[in-house]
């Protein structure tokens, strides 16, 4: 079965310094997102992209946090200047079709502390 | 108002046994449903979708009600392997993103 693939899977990092997620989604698909969850808490959206641009994002995805595609085939979300706050789970997702819960697929995550 | 609200549980089941979760949502843009699993750690996985009429995968049953926003999924004869958080996860008309309830727990004992 096709597979998103997150690198890495766990990443420790000092408060303030840049971090970035990297995905691979499943190779025909044309949309791609980005979730996280807090320990504890549950699974929020943070950003969709669709033909190179965003075409949707939340309110948590503030300047702080940038998403791209650099190269056709990673999906990588940025992270410019970490708080303790965005210790999470992260998980790239992405789907053949514009969302719909029964055909996007969740990479197994990216678990992000800043200490 | 949470947008999607699930009881948190535990839910504690012995093998065999029938167990009901709920779920409600607040948005009447709301345009598809589902439940979802998630094991301890891991990524969400689509379980199953939630359609008007109602539908059943195997030991799984979900039902939709549109007018009380509410939706709800009965499993059967649970099994060990049935232990997970149950999400409710709503799509809203014209967006890109799902929304994720907090989740159900359910432990399924010996």
């Known amino acids: 079965e096709p597979e998103v693939t997150q690198t890495p899977s766990h990443q420790v990092t000092q408060m303030g310094q840049e971090v970035i997620l990297r995905c691979v989604p499943i190779s025909n698909h044309l949309y791609f997102y980005w979730y996280r969850q807090i320990l504890g808490q549950k699974v929020e959206f943070l950003v969709s992209?669709?033909?190179?641009?965003?075409?949707?994002k939340s309110e948590i995805f503030d300047d702080q946090f940038s998403v791209e595609r650099p190269d056709g085939s990673n999906f990588t979300l940025k992270i410019r200047s970490t708080k303790l706050e965005d210790s999470a789970m992260y998980f790239c997702a992405s789907s053949l079709d514009r969302s719909s819960g029964n055909t996007i697929y969740f990479g197994e995550g990216s678990w992000l502390t800043v200490v | 108002r949470k947008e999607v609200e699930q009881d948190p549980g535990p839910f504690n089941v012995p093998e065999g046994a029938t167990v009901a979760f709920n779920c409600t949502y607040s948005n009447s843009a709301s345009q598809s449903f589902f439940w979802y699993r998630q094991d301890c750690r891991k990524e969400p996985k689509l379980l199953m979708s939630v359609y008007s009429s109602g539908n059943e995968d195997g030991r799984f049953t979900a039902q939709l009600n549109r007018a009380s926003q509410y939706i709800s999924l009965l499993i059967r004869d649970s099994k060990l392997s049935d232990s997970a958080t149950y999400l409710c996860v709503v799509n809203l008309e014209s967006s890109y993103k799902l929304i994720f309830g907090s989740g159900t727990r359910l432990l399924v004992r010996p």
């Open positions: 992209f669709y033909n190179n641009e965003i075409s949707e």
